[in-house]
């Protein structure tokens, strides 16, 4: 791994960096440079999923990297109309299969789909995957509380991961001291609010001054101090390295405490509620 980004080890004893890459709208050649690039600049967490179709871009850009294979960690995702244990596995041989790969390091639950009621089938192929191989560490996305415990109990096994949408606009405290409880790190989807208002906001922006770093680069670091794995997406190397360049430099506790109070109940940017939200 990179010799300035710390690692974390997950619960199954698998390491991945504290930042990964975000690839989501990243598709096709442009898709392939992109990604490319972020490996490049440092990046060796990949975060990508069924439903972004663009598993090909991600292989692609792994084998035109020179970065060994061993050296990434590959994230897919599987989709809420794939749930069923059998097409499950098979969604999950597809995913391979559209990578070129072997292996992904980390596979996801992409959402609970609570109404549909059948992720607690989708986790137990997930197990049954990374027993037989295809995976080394097994996870979800966008899974509450409830979700959580309801797989621990049925199945006996833990997520490794709960990828979220966090930022400090919707911090949400109280569900990562329940993934932290059952030994689960929380990754942040859209960590710096998909490039949308948050980048404007005047508090950040006094911070930002201060330590002559840019907005995105102290929410990023916000991540990092309370302890999440924030995954922004970049199509473009500046940016890419920019987020990325956060190891150099620590927020106070009075920076962090003004950061943390930014945070509302509706916070969510993309009014994604996964209690309801249903995603295929
Ligand atoms: N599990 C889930 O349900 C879920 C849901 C959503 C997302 N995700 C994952 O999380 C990743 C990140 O979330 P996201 O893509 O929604 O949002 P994000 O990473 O918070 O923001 C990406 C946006 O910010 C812009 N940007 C990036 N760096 C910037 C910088 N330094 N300054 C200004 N603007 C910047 C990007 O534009 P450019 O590309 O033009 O630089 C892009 O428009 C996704 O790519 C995906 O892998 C997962």
């Excluded at 709208?25 to 069924?50: C, F, M, N, P, W």
């Excluded at 995976?135 to 991961?161: K, Q």
């Excluded at 924030?230 to 927020?251: H, V, Y």
Aim: charged share 20%.
């Amino acid at each position: 791994m990179e010799k300035d980004i710390p690692e974390i080890t997950l619960n199954d004893g698998l390491t991945v960096p504290a930042i990964g890459f975000g690839t989501f709208k990243l598709t096709g050649i442009e898709g392939v440079h992109a990604i490319q690039s972020a490996i490049d600049v440092g990046y060796r967490l990949l975060d990508s999923a069924y439903n972004y179709e663009n598993e090909g871009a991600v292989g692609e850009s792994i084998r035109r990297s020179s970065i060994p294979r061993e050296q990434l960690r590959v994230t897919s995702k599987l989709p809420g109309r794939h749930h069923n244990y059998h097409q499950a596995i098979t969604a999950i041989q597809e995913s391979l299969m559209c990578a070129g790969l072997d292996y992904y390091d980390l596979y996801l639950i992409h959402w609970p789909n609570p109404k549909q009621d059948h992720y607690v089938e989708a986790w137990q192929a997930l197990i049954d995957a990374k027993k037989w191989g295809l995976i080394r560490s097994i996870g979800v996305c966008n899974f509450l509380p409830e979700h959580l415990e309801r797989l621990i109990r049925e199945t006996g096994v833990a997520p490794s991961i709960n990828q979220v949408e966090l930022h400090p606009y919707f911090s949400q405290e109280q569900q990562r001291e329940v993934n932290a409880k059952h030994g689960i790190v929380t990754e942040s989807w859209s960590p710096i609010g998909n490039g949308t208002y948050l980048l404007e906001d005047k508090v950040i922006g006094r911070i930002a001054e201060a330590h002559q770093k840019t907005v995105a680069q102290i929410i990023l670091r916000w991540h990092i101090q309370i302890g999440a794995l924030p995954l922004p997406k970049s199509s473009t190397p500046g940016r890419q390295l920019e987020n990325i360049s956060i190891f150099d430099f620590s927020l106070t506790d009075e920076e962090m405490q003004q950061i943390n109070q930014l945070t509302q109940p509706d916070g969510r940017i993309h009014d994604l509620d996964p209690a309801v939200f249903e995603e295929f």
